[in-house]
């Protein structure tokens, strides 16, 4: 019998804040993490460059089509005109992950030949924390 790993649909996915809020109209997400390195060559090094870890960072960018009276909406353009962090957090299968975050972009597409839509940044402020579950 073949033991075949279950995938995760990006349609299961969805992007929430405020406590569970879900940005209506949502079409894409992507999870963006970094981490800065130090370099710390030395004569000594055999002419390889050596490294030491920095400061890391995380942000997520999202699509979204406009949703008439999304709630979720009103809260991003809040966030984003107060300059005020919001919760972000989304579930990939058993893992869910959690942040507080800046809207840092947020712009508006008013295409003449498509459906209106919306970008958002979120830039993460402090750690994305990442919670494993057991699978059922």
């Known amino acids: 019998m073949t033991n075949r790993k279950e995938k995760v649909a990006g349609i299961d ?6 406590d569970g809020l ?6 894409g997400a992507s999870l963006n993490r970094t981490m800065n390195v130090i370099e710390t060559n030395d004569k000594t090094s055999g002419g390889w460059s050596t490294k030491i870890k920095g400061i890391k960072e995380w942000s997520i960018d999202a699509e979204a089509f406009m949703v008439i009276d ?10 984003f ?14 893992i869910q992950y959690t942040g507080y975050a800046l809207v ?7 295409a003449q030949d498509s459906a209106v839509t919306f970008t958002v940044t979120f830039d993460g402020n402090g ?10």
């Open 13 to 18: 996915v969805l992007v929430k804040i405020s």
């Open 22 to 27: 879900v940005i209506g109209g949502q079409s």
């Open 104 to 110: 840092t972009d947020f712009p508006l597409d008013l």
């Open 127 to 136: 750690a994305l924390e990442e919670e494993f579950s057991t699978p059922s």
């Open 70 to 79: 999304d709630e979720a909406y009103r809260e991003l353009s809040k966030a």
């Open 81 to 94: 005109n107060d300059g005020t962090d919001v919760e972000v957090s989304f579930e990939v299968g058993n």
